[in-house]
Structures are given as structure tokens and as C-alpha cells.
């Protein structure tokens, strides 16, 4: 719900079972049941301690008047209950698992005997989960860790739960048919979603992606969530990730895939020659390790992953040969032979401008020595008058996942934990010319997700839940270039006909589309959730907010110019049967006279149309030439909810809230 909102409707869920519900920023579990006698009569008052021994963490709390107890904020992990009351021997289950925002339901049986007596009894077997009508998948992080993976990311995991359907790209991925907006993915607590491309049908992607390594679990849940998500999204995918012990674990890895290990493709083969394969490398390394700083009290955790593709494109240019500069235009007449003419001789004998412009013979004096260095693999096309360039220029991938985090016990009663989860990568982008540093669709980008925590145990019966965190989301496009680049074409964009050099710029250095682009979309989350155990009532109290900005920033190109001759352009009228003999001036035939009427305007520089576009100072407010254009954005959501699990018997509850 947003903050602009009146109050909501009140809305009541009646259901069966008693609902512990959590928020979708929560990173706790719970643990509730009932403790009876052997006859199944409830024991008011019966003591219980729930201890995790992997960190040294304990929490007590005492059975109600009907024998019932919940544990709130619980850290996912494997627990050991003890329950004690007068006249009964001691009940110990070992193995309690909790996990990331469900409630587990564990009701305890009591056997007559002595307090110096205790039954111990392996827990996992037996925990229900009898208290939880949401519909969710909890996915253990180690399960997923043994299975033979072709990437370790642990989002595509997500999609393997009831009621997912993917229409190919991850992206469009939906939970029960609704729309992919609807899904809201967090880390450790923090929103993990890129809010400005959250559509109705692209949702299903994380900026930050948690790794197989680093997650402890995977929470999916996709129906009949509770108030306290319901300003979130209709679908959650909670990741939580590990966290350090009081013993030092870790693990090293490397996975690789190489083309030298597979073989070629039957139709490759069946070529004469035969075509080889297409090389690929990929090594995916990294490691984990985690223990304790101050045993009992602070842990730490981090783990480290990258994968790095090594690889090279080829690039291919088309330039005019050092004759077709001069003028020369080479064509194969209607007689089979071929027919050269001098587009500026011609243009000179009848008064048109026959000189080549200064600015194009300034690029020409950038093409010319980069040929001269790539003698060898310069390769003439079909047309006489151009030639081929290709080159080899380094095209290497890198992806690289570090994650950290830290808990530390303060006080028996209080826990604060902070995790960082980063994803930096730097993708290749095309070299548009031999030798350029410039770069065509080059990108980096630097998604991040922080968060930190204080789980605040006030009493036995009050629980206080505080998340607040950062998603960051840097970007940019074409990443070194400049973002004035056309000074040396005196601040305009020379759009030359495509046959003279591949490009719709005349300039191999200074292509118009290169322009860098960075942009962020930020988003703070603070999330805050009182859980009241009182009585036959689970009180949650809590609310969110969540401040998306976004900040898009893109440069205004100078005026461009079109080279060419238009039909109005009286230079066409030179193009005719006398000045080119045995052309074929068909209408089925004219790309050779285009052709020459392309040559004569990009060397001469004469201008077809003009075109051009100017940004608005947003300082001033006035329009800007070679301006930069910033896109800002902003979007505050608030929501606050109140919920209650009313057990009116051990068998009936009623779950209502707003």
C-alpha cells in the first residue's frame, strides 16, 4: 500500500491452522507447539530451551496457561530443544531445523519421570508444519551445492517450485499466472529487484545474484501470503545467505568448460572443407570460509566466485581504396567491361565543387595509416572501389561475486548482522575500427546489495525484527568513450553513405552511436516488525519503506549532416549516359549510379539533409547544443500492518489482519 493511501480495508483470513506469518524483509523463523502428557492433556507452564549449539545462541521461553510456546525471531539453522516441568522427565529434540521466514510446528509429548531423567528424541522426523497455510518451498543451500550444476547461480532454482511457468528467458519467468511484477526478491532481507524494469512481465531477475556458494537457503512462496507482505508482492523469493559457526569451515573450487574437450558438429564435418568448431573457454573459480572472530559472539562468513571467459572477436570494415579517395569510380558496363571515371573531373567540367573536403580529408589521414599497418589482411570486396579490413581484437568476459557477512551476539537478547552481496562484471563491446579505442556496446556494471540487522529479543514473549539496506544498481554503456567526441569534425556528426566504409559515419574514430551512458537506480529499504506472544495470540505489528530513485544520464549528439544527392540536388543531373558510357541506368540496375553519386558526396562533403536534436539545460532550462540529458526518478512506497494468530483450541485458529 503506498503512504498516499487512505487506511486500508480491513481484511479478515479465516483458516484452519494457526498462521505465523513473517514479512518479506524478515530473515527469522519461528518454532511453535504445544507441550501435553502422555494422555495428551496440555502442561501449563512447562519451561523450554531452545539452544543452537553451532554458535553458542540460546532462548527460553515458558509454555502458556494451555500449553502452547512460540519462539520469534529465530536465526535459520539446526537447533536443540529442551522442555522441563515438575513431575516429567526432561524432553531433548535434537535436530531442529528452523527456517528463513516460515514457522515450524514441533508439539512435545511428556513422559512421567524425574528431572534427573531426559528422553532425547531426533527431532527432524517429526517437525510439522501444521501452523502454515501459506504455500512455500524451502530449498537448503548444501542440497543444491551437491548436485552436478552448469552455473551456480541460485535464482534458476526459484523456478522449480509448484506453480512456475517460464516462457523461455528466465526473465518472463511467473508464479501461478500472475504477472511477473507481482515477484519480489530479496537477499538477506534486502530488496534484490531492479524496481525501474519491475514489469508486468519482467520481474524474475536479481541485480545482485546469490551465488550457490553463499546461500544457506531458498525460500519461494506463492500463495495465500499474509498483511505483513502484502505491499510487497503477491510472489517472494527470500535468499539467506551463510553465516559463520563457532567451528572454521571452507571449500575451494574450480569448473571449467573447454571446446578442446568436445567435438565437432556432424554438419561442420560435412563441409569440404570442413568448418572447425567454434572455440570456447570458461573457468568458474572460487572458495568459502567461515568461523568464529570471538567465539560464542562474533562470526564471520564470505565467499568469493568469478568466472572469466577469455576470448577474441573479429572485426570487419569496409574503406575506400587509395583510387576511389582520389575520385576514380570503378564500374562493369553493360559491354562486360570495366569502366573507370573520375567523379571530380567530371564534377569540375560542369562547375560543381571537385575539391575533397577538409573534414573528410581529415578522416581519410586517420584510415590511411592504420591500412598501411594492416597491409596483410587487407582484402578487396566485390566492388573495385573498396576494400576489406579484418582484424582480431581482444574480447574477454568477467564476472566476479564476493559476499560477506558478519553476526554478532551481542547480548544473549540482542543479535546484529550485516552482509554485503556483490556482482561486478565488465562485458566486451565491438572495436568499430583497427586500432580504435573507442568501443560499440561495451558495458560494466556494479550491482550490489547491503543490509544490516538488530534482532532484539525484549522478553519472552516480545520479539523486535529491524532491517534496513541498499540496493545499488551502477551501469555503463560504452564504457571509456568520450562524451564529446566530435570536436575534430568541427562539433557535427558527417553521416556518410554505408558502401563507403561499413558505417553510417564517415568516421571510423568518431562513430555518432558511441556515446557513453551511465545511469543507477538506487533503492533503500528499512523494514521493522514487533512480534507479541500473548496468550492464544501471535500479535505482529510492522511496517516498510521503500525509496526507489533512478538516475539515467545521456549526452545529446551535435548537428548531423546526410551526405548525398537528393533528387533536387541539380549535381544529380551530371549522373547521365554521357558521363558514365555503358552504365546500366535501369530502374532494376541503379546501385551502380547510386554508388557514384555516394563517392562524389562523401568526398566533396555535399549534404543531402540535415538533422539534429538539443537537450534542455535542466539548470536553466534552456536548450543546450552538445547537452546532457538526465533522466531522474523517484518513487517512495510506505506500508504498516497489524496481524494476529488467534488459537482458539490446539486444533482451530483464526489468522485476520490489515
Given at each position: ?100 521466514g516460515r514457522t515450524v510446528n514441533l508439539n512435545v509429548r511428556m513422559k512421567v519421570g524425574t528431572s534427573t531423567q531426559s ?48 516462457g523461455g528467458d528466465q526473465r518472463f519467468t511467473t508464479y501461478n499466472a500472475e504477472p511477473a511484477g507481482s515477484i519480489n ?474
Amino acid at each position: 500500500m503506498t503512504y498516499k493511501r487512505c487506511l486500508p480495508l480491513l481484511l479478515a483470513c479465516l483458516v484452519l491452522s494457526p498462521r505465523f506469518a513473517h514479512s518479506q524483509a524478515q530473515t527469522g523463523g519461528q518454532l511453535a507447539g504445544t507441550v501435553a502428557d502422555p494422555a495428551g492433556s496440555m502442561i501449563p507452564g512447562a519451561q523450554l530451551l531452545l539452544s543452537q549449539p553451532s554458535t553458542g545462541a540460546n532462548v527460553s521461553v515458558t509454555a502458556n496457561a494451555t500449553g502452547e510456546y512460540v519462539f520469534s525471531g529465530l536465526m535459520p539453522g539446526e537447533y536443540i530443544l529442551r522442555v522441563s516441568a515438575k513431575g516429567f522427565a526432561d524432553a531433548v529434540f535434537t535436530k531442529v531445523t528452523v527456517e528463513t521466514g516460515r514457522t515450524v510446528n514441533l508439539n512435545v509429548r511428556m513422559k512421567v519421570g524425574t528431572s534427573t531423567q531426559s528422553v532425547e528424541v531426533e527431532a527432524s522426523g517429526e517437525v510439522l508444519e501444521t501452523t502454515t497455510n501459506t504455500l512455500a518451498t524451502t530449498i537448503n543451500g548444501d542440497a543444491v551445492q551437491d548436485l552436478p550444476l552448469s552455473g551456480r547461480d541460485a535464482l534458476p532454482f526459484a523456478q522449480l517450485v509448484a506453480g512456475a511457468q517460464s516462457g523461455g528467458d528466465q526473465r518472463f519467468t511467473t508464479y501461478n499466472a500472475e504477472p511477473a511484477g507481482s515477484i519480489n526478491i530479496t537477499v538477506d532481507g534486502m530488496n534484490d529487484n531492479f524496481q525501474r524494469f519491475r514489469t508486468s512481465s519482467t520481474g524474475f531477475f536479481d541485480a545482485a545474484p546469490a551465488r550457490i556458494g553463499a546461500v544457506d537457503e531458498i525460500s519461494v512462496s506463492t500463495s495465500d501470503l499474509t498483511a505483513d507482505t502484502g505491499a510487497e508482492g503477491a510472489n517472494t523469493v527470500r535468499f539467506e545467505l551463510k553465516s559463520g559457526t563457532n567451528q572454521f569451515h571452507g571449500n575451494a573450487f574450480w569448473q571449467t568448460q573447454n571446446s578442446a574437450f568436445n567435438a565437432n558438429t556432424f554438419f561442420n564435418n560435412a563441409q569440404t572443407p570442413v568448418i572447425p568448431k567454434a572455440p570456447y573457454h570458461l573457468s568458474d573459480f572460487g572458495g568459502s570460509i567461515g568461523g568464529p572472530i570471538w567465539k560464542n559472539k562474533l562470526f564471520f562468513f564470505g565467499n568469493y566466485e568469478q568466472e572469466y571467459v577469455p576470448g577474441s572477436s573479429t572485426g570487419f570494415q569496409n574503406v575506400l581504396t587509395p583510387s576511389a579517395q582520389s575520385g576514380n569510380f570503378t564500374y562493369t558496363g553493360t559491354d562486360g567491361a570495366q569502366h573507370t571515371v573520375n567523379v571530380l573531373s567530371i564534377a569540375a567540367n560542369n562547375g560543381y565543387p571537385s575539391t575533397v573536403n577538409s573534414l573528410v580529408a581529415g578522416q581519410f589521414g586517420q584510415i590511411n595509416p592504420t591500412l598501411s599497418k594492416l597491409g596483410a589482411v587487407q582484402i578487396a570486396t566485390v566492388l573495385p572501389y573498396q576494400n576489406e579490413l579484418t582484424w582480431q581484437y581482444p574480447a574477454n568476459s568477467d564476472n566476479i561475486y564476493p559476499t560477506a557477512r558478519i553476526d554478532y551476539q551481542i547480548r544473549p537478547t540482542i543479535r546484529w548482522h550485516v552482509a554485503y552481496d556483490l556482482y561486478w562484471r565488465t562485458l566486451p563491446g565491438a572495436q568499430p575500427y583497427p586500432t580504435d579505442t573507442y568501443t560499440n556496446g561495451s558495458f560494466n556494471s556494479s550491482y550490489s546489495t547491503f543490509t544490516t540487522g538488530l534482532d532484539w529479543t525484549i522478553s519472552q514473549h516480545l520479539v523486535n525484527e529491524f532491517n534496513a539496506g541498499l540496493l545499488n544498481t551502477q551501469e555503463e554503456f560504452n564504457v571509456g568513450n568520450s562524451t564529446n567526441p566530435f570536436g575534430s569534425e568541427g562539433n557535427l556528426i558527417i553521416d556518410a553513405p554505408g558502401f563507403v566504409n561499413g558505417s553510417t559515419s564517415l568516421s571510423p574514430y568518431i562513430p555518432n552511436y558511441y556515446l557513453p551512458e551511465p545511469r543507477n537506480s538506487p533503492v533503500r529499504d528499512f523494514t521493522d516488525r514487533l512480534t507479541w506472544n500473548h496468550g492464544k495470540h501471535t500479535f505482529s505489528f510492522g511496517g516498510d519503506l521503500r525509496m526507489a530513485t533512478d538516475f539515467d544520464t545521456g549526452e545529446a549528439d551535435p548537428p548531423g549532416y546526410y551526405l548525398g544527392i537528393n533528387t533536387l540536388d541539380p549535381a544529380a543531373g551530371m549522373f547521365n549516359a554521357t558521363n558514365f558510357p555503358n552504365m546500366n541506368f535501369s530502374e532494376t540496375n541503379e546501385q551502380d549510379l547510386t554508388n557514384a553519386e555516394d563517392l562524389y558526396s562523401t568526398l566533396t562533403g555535399r549534404v543531402s539533409s540535415i538533422y539534429g536534436y538539443n537537450y534542455v539545460n535542466s539548470s536553466n532550462h534552456q536548450y543546450q547544443v552538445l547537452g546532457v540529458m538526465k533522466q531522474p526518478e523517484a518513487q517512495n512506497v510506505g506500508g504498516f500492518y497489524f496481524q494476529d494468530s488467534w488459537r482458539m483450541t490446539p486444533h482451530l485458529a483464526i489468522n485476520y489482519g490489515f
